[in-house]
């Protein structure tokens, strides 16, 4: 078996003593590697290395990647979340194949979760994503309105968030966006925060994050 890649093991210790700086316990902090649009000779070695949390970007995408690997998904050895915005259209498939759905933001995505949680009995874990930055170009929802969602998610829809994500502005300081996000999800009795990429993971953790999705520090700059 080939050795660990060092990329990887640099993020997970990185990881590690990021979470210990902050006082908080070991194993707080889940590495969600982003393997979207990484080649599979990046991906195989981090996943044989024992990682097992993935995040992807497309469905169509994460299916063809991830074909085969029914029964890992199956077993637990293998967990998909969905970080990229999410159509409609492609709720069924979504609900069907992530463990976890980091990008609900809108009335009309939750109404076509729901009716796919009923029909397939399977509940995926779900994040809703606030844009921070209010930043027209990118999702989420406004945090103006983010307490109003989350209401309507849980008492309209039967929908049940954890969490919360975000992706702050690349060009501000992340940690004011973190700490907001944090306020929000405390406030909304959320327990679960997805923050922080490959430049900011240890400023996320932190401020508490419990997840972050980190790519190119793992895998190296995408082609």
């Known amino acids: 078996m080939s050795a660990a890649p060092e990329a990887y093991l640099d993020v997970v ?4 003593r990021a979470t210990q700086a902050a006082g908080r316990a070991p194993g707080d902090v889940t590495l969600v ?8 000779d990046a991906i195989a070695p981090v996943l044989a290395a024992g990682q097992k949390v993935f995040g992807e970007n497309r469905v169509q995408e994460a299916l063809a990647r991830w074909e085969g690997k029914a029964a890992l998904l199956a077993s637990g050895g293998l967990i998909l979340h969905l970080i990229g915005p999410l ?8 609900v069907a194949h992530f463990a976890v759905i980091e990008t609900l933001d809108r009335e009309k995505l ?5 009716d796919e949680v009923q029909k397939q009995g399977r509940r ?3 994040y809703v994503q606030v844009n921070t930055g209010e930043e027209p170009q990118k999702a989420g929802i ?3 309105d ?6 309507a998610a849980r008492a309209t829809y039967g929908l049940e968030p954890e969490g919360l994500m975000c992706i ?6 992340a940690g004011p966006h973190f700490a907001l996000l944090a306020k929000i999800a405390a406030r909304n009795g959320l327990k679960k925060l997805s923050m922080g990429m490959s430049g900011d993971f240890e400023t996320a953790i932190r401020f508490g994050a419990t997840s972050v999705r980190v790519g190119s520090a793992v895998f190296g700059a995408r082609g």
Request: hydrophobic share 50%; charged share 25%; aromatic share 4%.
């Open 33 to 40: 590697a982003v393997s979207k649009q990484q080649p599979w």
């Open 146 to 151: 983010a307490d109003a969602f989350i209401a």
């Open 142 to 144: 406004l945090p103006a």
């Open 168 to 173: 702050p502005p690349a060009d501000e300081p």
């Open 87 to 94: 159509q409609s259209n492609k709720a069924r498939e979504a």
């Open 124 to 126: 995926p874990r779900l």
């Open 110 to 114: 939750a109404r076509a979760l729901a």
């Open 13 to 16: 210790a990185r990881i590690a």
